[in-house]
Protein backbone atom coordinates (compact mmCIF):
# COMPACT_ATOMS: atom_id res chain seq x y z
CA UNK A 1 0.00 0.00 0.00
CA UNK A 2 0.89 3.50 -0.66
CA UNK A 3 1.97 5.93 2.26
CA UNK A 4 -0.88 7.23 3.71
CA UNK A 5 -1.30 11.50 2.85
CA UNK A 6 -1.22 13.53 5.87
CA UNK A 7 -3.05 16.52 6.31
CA UNK A 8 -2.63 19.47 8.99
CA UNK A 9 -6.68 18.52 9.64
CA UNK A 10 -8.88 16.84 11.36
CA UNK A 11 -12.29 16.16 12.18
CA UNK A 12 -13.10 19.27 14.03
CA UNK A 13 -12.05 21.37 11.30
CA UNK A 14 -14.84 23.29 9.13
CA UNK A 15 -14.95 23.61 5.45
CA UNK A 16 -13.80 27.15 5.98
CA UNK A 17 -10.74 26.49 7.96
CA UNK A 18 -9.47 23.72 5.12
CA UNK A 19 -10.34 26.78 2.81
CA UNK A 20 -7.83 29.68 4.70
CA UNK A 21 -5.48 31.38 2.50
CA UNK A 22 -6.68 29.56 -0.86
CA UNK A 23 -7.92 31.96 -3.69
CA UNK A 24 -10.58 30.22 -5.93
CA UNK A 25 -11.45 32.91 -8.21
CA UNK A 26 -11.72 31.83 -11.79
CA UNK A 27 -12.16 28.48 -10.87
CA UNK A 28 -15.84 26.34 -11.40
CA UNK A 29 -17.51 23.37 -9.98
CA UNK A 30 -20.55 21.53 -9.67
CA UNK A 31 -22.09 20.39 -6.41
CA UNK A 32 -25.12 17.68 -6.67
CA UNK A 33 -27.19 18.20 -3.35
CA UNK A 34 -25.89 21.79 -3.01
CA UNK A 35 -28.85 23.39 -1.29
CA UNK A 36 -28.66 21.46 1.95
CA UNK A 37 -26.90 20.06 4.53
CA UNK A 38 -23.07 19.46 3.43
CA UNK A 39 -23.73 20.25 -0.07
CA UNK A 40 -24.92 23.53 1.21
CA UNK A 41 -22.02 23.76 3.94
CA UNK A 42 -19.32 22.28 0.64
CA UNK A 43 -21.32 25.22 -1.76
CA UNK A 44 -21.01 28.02 0.80
CA UNK A 45 -17.10 27.71 1.73
CA UNK A 46 -16.12 26.83 -2.02
CA UNK A 47 -17.49 30.20 -3.12
CA UNK A 48 -16.12 32.35 -0.03
CA UNK A 49 -12.62 31.43 -1.62
CA UNK A 50 -13.65 32.94 -4.32
CA UNK A 51 -15.12 29.90 -6.55
CA UNK A 52 -18.02 29.76 -9.30
CA UNK A 53 -20.46 26.91 -7.77
CA UNK A 54 -23.47 25.57 -9.65
CA UNK A 55 -25.47 24.18 -6.67
CA UNK A 56 -27.14 21.34 -9.09
CA UNK A 57 -30.36 20.38 -7.27
CA UNK A 58 -34.32 18.87 -8.26
CA UNK A 59 -35.73 22.28 -6.82
CA UNK A 60 -33.73 24.74 -8.00
CA UNK A 61 -33.88 28.58 -6.85
CA UNK A 62 -31.85 31.67 -8.19
CA UNK A 63 -28.62 30.68 -9.99
CA UNK A 64 -29.09 26.55 -8.80
CA UNK A 65 -29.55 24.62 -11.69
CA UNK A 66 -32.16 21.75 -12.38
CA UNK A 67 -30.52 18.32 -11.82
CA UNK A 68 -32.69 15.00 -11.02
CA UNK A 69 -30.25 12.50 -10.51
CA UNK A 70 -32.08 9.44 -11.02
CA UNK A 71 -33.28 10.55 -14.22
CA UNK A 72 -31.01 10.26 -17.14
CA UNK A 73 -32.67 12.66 -19.54
CA UNK A 74 -32.15 14.89 -16.47
CA UNK A 75 -28.54 14.03 -16.16
CA UNK A 76 -28.30 14.56 -19.93
CA UNK A 77 -29.74 17.66 -20.28
CA UNK A 78 -27.96 19.34 -17.80
CA UNK A 79 -24.13 17.97 -18.91
CA UNK A 80 -25.66 19.02 -22.61
CA UNK A 81 -26.27 22.72 -21.37
CA UNK A 82 -22.78 23.11 -19.62
CA UNK A 83 -20.47 25.01 -21.23
CA UNK A 84 -16.61 26.17 -20.60
CA UNK A 85 -13.60 24.51 -18.51
CA UNK A 86 -15.15 22.86 -15.26
CA UNK A 87 -11.93 22.84 -12.08
CA UNK A 88 -14.41 19.80 -9.80
CA UNK A 89 -17.68 18.27 -8.96
CA UNK A 90 -18.80 17.07 -5.85
CA UNK A 91 -20.84 14.27 -5.89
CA UNK A 92 -22.76 14.67 -2.82
CA UNK A 93 -26.62 14.18 -3.77
CA UNK A 94 -27.86 10.70 -2.70
CA UNK A 95 -30.81 9.59 -0.85
CA UNK A 96 -30.43 7.14 2.25
CA UNK A 97 -32.70 3.92 3.54
CA UNK A 98 -35.89 4.32 1.41
CA UNK A 99 -38.26 1.76 3.52
CA UNK A 100 -39.32 0.20 0.25
CA UNK A 101 -37.75 -0.59 -3.05
CA UNK A 102 -38.49 2.09 -5.46
CA UNK A 103 -37.29 2.65 -8.93
CA UNK A 104 -35.93 5.15 -11.24
CA UNK A 105 -37.15 6.19 -14.71
CA UNK A 106 -34.67 3.73 -16.15
CA UNK A 107 -36.14 0.29 -13.83
CA UNK A 108 -32.58 1.13 -11.45
CA UNK A 109 -33.40 0.43 -7.54
CA UNK A 110 -33.46 4.30 -6.58
CA UNK A 111 -30.60 4.59 -4.48
CA UNK A 112 -28.09 2.75 -6.90
CA UNK A 113 -29.23 4.62 -9.72
CA UNK A 114 -29.36 8.09 -7.61
CA UNK A 115 -26.79 8.49 -5.52
CA UNK A 116 -24.49 6.32 -7.80
CA UNK A 117 -25.88 6.00 -11.58
CA UNK A 118 -27.02 9.60 -11.63
CA UNK A 119 -23.16 10.97 -10.67
CA UNK A 120 -21.74 8.23 -13.16
CA UNK A 121 -23.55 9.95 -16.14
CA UNK A 122 -22.99 13.50 -14.80
CA UNK A 123 -18.85 13.01 -14.26
CA UNK A 124 -18.66 10.92 -17.78
CA UNK A 125 -20.99 13.36 -19.50
CA UNK A 126 -18.37 16.20 -18.49
CA UNK A 127 -15.05 14.47 -18.94
CA UNK A 128 -14.24 16.63 -21.40
CA UNK A 129 -14.94 19.81 -19.75
CA UNK A 130 -12.81 18.40 -16.78
CA UNK A 131 -9.91 18.04 -19.24
CA UNK A 132 -10.22 21.51 -20.48
CA UNK A 133 -9.62 22.73 -17.03
CA UNK A 134 -6.06 21.30 -17.25
CA UNK A 135 -6.38 20.11 -13.68
CA UNK A 136 -9.52 19.13 -12.31
CA UNK A 137 -10.84 17.28 -9.40
CA UNK A 138 -13.63 14.33 -8.98
CA UNK A 139 -14.91 14.49 -5.30
CA UNK A 140 -17.73 11.14 -4.59
CA UNK A 141 -19.31 11.47 -1.40
CA UNK A 142 -19.66 7.69 -0.02
CA UNK A 143 -20.47 6.33 3.45
CA UNK A 144 -18.91 4.73 6.59
CA UNK A 145 -21.94 1.98 5.76
CA UNK A 146 -19.28 0.75 2.59
CA UNK A 147 -17.30 -1.14 5.30
CA UNK A 148 -19.86 -3.28 6.52
CA UNK A 149 -20.16 -5.51 2.95
CA UNK A 150 -19.39 -5.38 -0.70
CA UNK A 151 -21.59 -4.61 -3.74
CA UNK A 152 -23.45 -7.31 -4.41
CA UNK A 153 -22.98 -8.05 -8.21
CA UNK A 154 -25.28 -10.58 -8.78
CA UNK A 155 -28.64 -8.81 -7.94
CA UNK A 156 -27.75 -5.06 -7.70
CA UNK A 157 -31.18 -4.62 -7.98
CA UNK A 158 -33.21 -6.32 -6.03
CA UNK A 159 -34.83 -8.17 -7.95
CA UNK A 160 -34.11 -12.11 -7.20
CA UNK A 161 -33.67 -11.37 -3.30
CA UNK A 162 -35.91 -9.28 -0.67
CA UNK A 163 -35.23 -5.28 -0.67
CA UNK A 164 -33.50 -4.57 2.09
CA UNK A 165 -32.98 -0.58 2.78
CA UNK A 166 -29.25 -0.47 4.17
CA UNK A 167 -28.40 -3.08 1.78
CA UNK A 168 -29.40 -1.07 -1.22
CA UNK A 169 -28.03 2.37 0.44
CA UNK A 170 -24.51 0.39 1.10
CA UNK A 171 -24.45 -1.14 -2.35
CA UNK A 172 -24.95 2.49 -3.59
CA UNK A 173 -21.66 3.91 -1.33
CA UNK A 174 -19.40 0.83 -2.02
CA UNK A 175 -20.32 2.12 -5.71
CA UNK A 176 -19.49 5.74 -5.11
CA UNK A 177 -16.28 4.42 -3.56
CA UNK A 178 -15.39 2.53 -6.78
CA UNK A 179 -16.34 4.92 -8.99
CA UNK A 180 -13.49 7.72 -7.50
CA UNK A 181 -10.88 4.50 -8.29
CA UNK A 182 -12.50 3.85 -11.67
CA UNK A 183 -11.85 7.39 -12.62
CA UNK A 184 -8.31 7.76 -10.99
CA UNK A 185 -7.08 4.95 -12.97
CA UNK A 186 -8.70 6.32 -16.26
CA UNK A 187 -8.68 9.43 -16.47
CA UNK A 188 -4.92 10.71 -14.54
CA UNK A 189 -3.76 11.67 -18.25
CA UNK A 190 -6.18 13.97 -18.55
CA UNK A 191 -5.25 15.86 -14.84
CA UNK A 192 -8.28 15.00 -12.86
CA UNK A 193 -7.64 13.51 -9.59
CA UNK A 194 -10.65 11.47 -8.06
CA UNK A 195 -11.14 10.30 -4.47
CA UNK A 196 -14.12 9.60 -2.12
CA UNK A 197 -15.39 11.79 0.60
CA UNK A 198 -16.87 10.19 3.52
CA UNK A 199 -18.75 12.88 5.46
CA UNK A 200 -19.42 10.49 9.51
CA UNK A 201 -22.25 11.04 11.01
CA UNK A 202 -24.26 14.11 10.69
CA UNK A 203 -27.88 15.17 11.52
CA UNK A 204 -29.25 16.60 7.91
CA UNK A 205 -32.44 15.86 5.93
CA UNK A 206 -30.94 12.48 4.91
CA UNK A 207 -32.47 10.72 8.51
CA UNK A 208 -35.89 11.80 6.93
CA UNK A 209 -36.78 7.97 5.85
CA UNK A 210 -35.77 6.73 8.84
CA UNK A 211 -38.23 4.95 11.82
CA UNK A 212 -38.59 6.90 15.16
CA UNK A 213 -36.98 4.43 17.07
CA UNK A 214 -33.96 4.36 14.71
CA UNK A 215 -33.90 8.16 15.33
CA UNK A 216 -33.85 8.07 18.86
CA UNK A 217 -30.91 5.53 19.19
CA UNK A 218 -29.17 8.84 16.88
CA UNK A 219 -30.17 10.88 19.52
CA UNK A 220 -32.24 12.99 16.88
CA UNK A 221 -36.19 12.39 17.96
CA UNK A 222 -37.61 12.54 21.32
CA UNK A 223 -37.65 14.76 24.39
CA UNK A 224 -33.98 16.71 25.08
CA UNK A 225 -32.71 14.68 22.27
CA UNK A 226 -29.28 14.82 22.23
CA UNK A 227 -26.74 13.97 19.30
CA UNK A 228 -23.95 12.24 20.47
CA UNK A 229 -20.60 13.52 20.07
CA UNK A 230 -19.11 11.75 17.21
CA UNK A 231 -21.74 13.56 15.29
CA UNK A 232 -20.26 16.33 12.86
CA UNK A 233 -21.92 19.59 12.03
CA UNK A 234 -22.55 20.13 8.01
CA UNK A 235 -19.57 22.53 8.01
CA UNK A 236 -17.67 19.98 9.85
CA UNK A 237 -18.37 17.30 7.00
CA UNK A 238 -17.80 19.23 4.36
CA UNK A 239 -13.89 19.89 5.19
CA UNK A 240 -13.37 16.59 3.66
CA UNK A 241 -15.24 17.59 0.74
CA UNK A 242 -13.26 20.76 -0.10
CA UNK A 243 -9.93 19.18 1.13
CA UNK A 244 -10.83 16.75 -2.09
CA UNK A 245 -11.99 19.41 -4.68
CA UNK A 246 -10.08 21.96 -3.77
CA UNK A 247 -6.85 21.75 -1.48
CA UNK A 248 -3.47 21.41 -3.00
CA UNK A 249 -2.71 17.18 -3.31
CA UNK A 250 0.17 15.68 -5.13
CA UNK A 251 -0.75 14.08 -7.99
CA UNK A 252 -0.62 10.47 -6.82
CA UNK A 253 -3.63 11.39 -3.94
CA UNK A 254 -6.41 10.29 -6.27
CA UNK A 255 -8.21 6.55 -5.85
CA UNK A 256 -8.02 7.23 -2.21
CA UNK A 257 -10.77 7.31 0.59
CA UNK A 258 -10.50 9.93 3.28
CA UNK A 259 -12.68 10.89 6.18
CA UNK A 260 -11.94 13.39 9.04
CA UNK A 261 -10.07 15.12 6.25
CA UNK A 262 -7.07 12.36 6.36
CA UNK A 263 -6.91 9.16 4.67
CA UNK A 264 -9.48 6.37 6.43
CA UNK A 265 -7.44 3.44 7.56
CA UNK A 266 -7.86 0.56 5.56
CA UNK A 267 -9.76 -2.80 6.90
CA UNK A 268 -10.45 -5.97 6.68
CA UNK A 269 -14.25 -4.44 6.57
CA UNK A 270 -17.12 -6.96 7.58
CA UNK A 271 -20.86 -6.11 9.47
CA UNK A 272 -19.15 -5.24 12.91
CA UNK A 273 -16.44 -3.41 11.32
CA UNK A 274 -16.35 0.24 13.37
CA UNK A 275 -14.70 1.96 10.58
CA UNK A 276 -12.09 2.92 8.06
CA UNK A 277 -12.27 1.94 4.35
CA UNK A 278 -12.85 -2.30 3.44
CA UNK A 279 -10.80 -3.28 0.55
CA UNK A 280 -14.22 -4.03 -1.55
CA UNK A 281 -14.45 -0.27 -1.45
CA UNK A 282 -10.78 0.24 -2.83
CA UNK A 283 -10.82 -2.80 -5.83
CA UNK A 284 -9.79 -1.99 -9.71
CA UNK A 285 -11.26 -5.01 -10.59
CA UNK A 286 -14.51 -4.81 -8.94
CA UNK A 287 -14.59 -0.37 -10.12
CA UNK A 288 -13.90 -1.92 -13.68
CA UNK A 289 -16.48 -4.19 -13.49
CA UNK A 290 -19.24 -1.62 -11.87
CA UNK A 291 -17.94 1.12 -14.59
CA UNK A 292 -19.19 -1.66 -17.26
CA UNK A 293 -22.64 -2.09 -15.58
CA UNK A 294 -22.75 1.65 -15.54
CA UNK A 295 -21.81 1.98 -19.23
CA UNK A 296 -24.66 -0.17 -19.98
CA UNK A 297 -27.06 1.30 -18.58
CA UNK A 298 -26.36 4.41 -19.81
N1 LIG B 1 -25.60 12.94 6.99
C1 LIG B 1 -24.82 11.88 7.24
O1 LIG B 1 -24.65 11.45 8.38
C2 LIG B 1 -24.10 11.21 6.11
C3 LIG B 1 -23.29 10.12 6.39
C4 LIG B 1 -22.62 9.47 5.37
C5 LIG B 1 -22.80 9.92 4.06
N2 LIG B 1 -23.62 10.98 3.80
C6 LIG B 1 -23.78 11.39 2.41
O2 LIG B 1 -23.60 12.79 2.30
C7 LIG B 1 -24.30 13.28 1.17
C8 LIG B 1 -25.06 14.53 1.56
O3 LIG B 1 -26.10 14.18 2.44
P1 LIG B 1 -26.66 15.13 3.58
O4 LIG B 1 -26.44 14.43 4.85
O5 LIG B 1 -26.19 16.51 3.40
O6 LIG B 1 -28.23 15.00 3.29
P2 LIG B 1 -29.29 16.00 2.66
O7 LIG B 1 -29.32 17.29 3.38
O8 LIG B 1 -30.55 15.22 2.52
O9 LIG B 1 -28.66 16.28 1.23
C9 LIG B 1 -28.78 15.36 0.19
C10 LIG B 1 -29.02 16.15 -1.07
O10 LIG B 1 -29.17 15.25 -2.16
C11 LIG B 1 -30.18 15.77 -2.98
N3 LIG B 1 -30.85 14.74 -3.78
C12 LIG B 1 -31.53 13.66 -3.36
N4 LIG B 1 -32.05 13.00 -4.41
C13 LIG B 1 -31.67 13.69 -5.51
C14 LIG B 1 -31.92 13.53 -6.89
N5 LIG B 1 -32.65 12.52 -7.38
N6 LIG B 1 -31.39 14.42 -7.74
C15 LIG B 1 -30.67 15.47 -7.30
N7 LIG B 1 -30.40 15.69 -5.99
C16 LIG B 1 -30.91 14.80 -5.11
C17 LIG B 1 -31.17 16.39 -2.02
O11 LIG B 1 -31.91 17.33 -2.71
P3 LIG B 1 -33.47 17.50 -2.48
O12 LIG B 1 -33.53 18.74 -1.68
O13 LIG B 1 -33.96 17.66 -3.88
O14 LIG B 1 -34.02 16.30 -1.79
C18 LIG B 1 -30.26 17.01 -0.99
O15 LIG B 1 -29.91 18.33 -1.35
C19 LIG B 1 -25.16 12.13 0.67
O16 LIG B 1 -24.54 11.54 -0.45
C20 LIG B 1 -25.16 11.16 1.83
O17 LIG B 1 -25.36 9.83 1.44
C21 LIG B 1 -24.26 11.63 4.80
Given at each position: ?34 A ?18 TVAT??PSGDDRA ?232
Amino acid sequence: MTEPFVTPFDGQTTAGEVLKGIDLTGRRYIVTGGASGIGLATSRALIKAGAEVTVATRRPSGDDRALDLSDLDSVRAFTEAWDGPLHGIVANGGVMALPTRETASNGWELQLATNFLGHFALVTGLHANLRAAGESRVVVVSSGIQVKGAFDFEDPQFQRQPYDPWKAYRNSKVAGSLFSVALARRWAADGVLANTADPGYVATNLQRHLDEDTLRAFGMAGENAVLPDYFSTPEQAAATNVLLAAYPLPKEVTGRYFIYCQEAEHVPGGPDAPGGVAPWSLDPAAADRLWELAEKAL
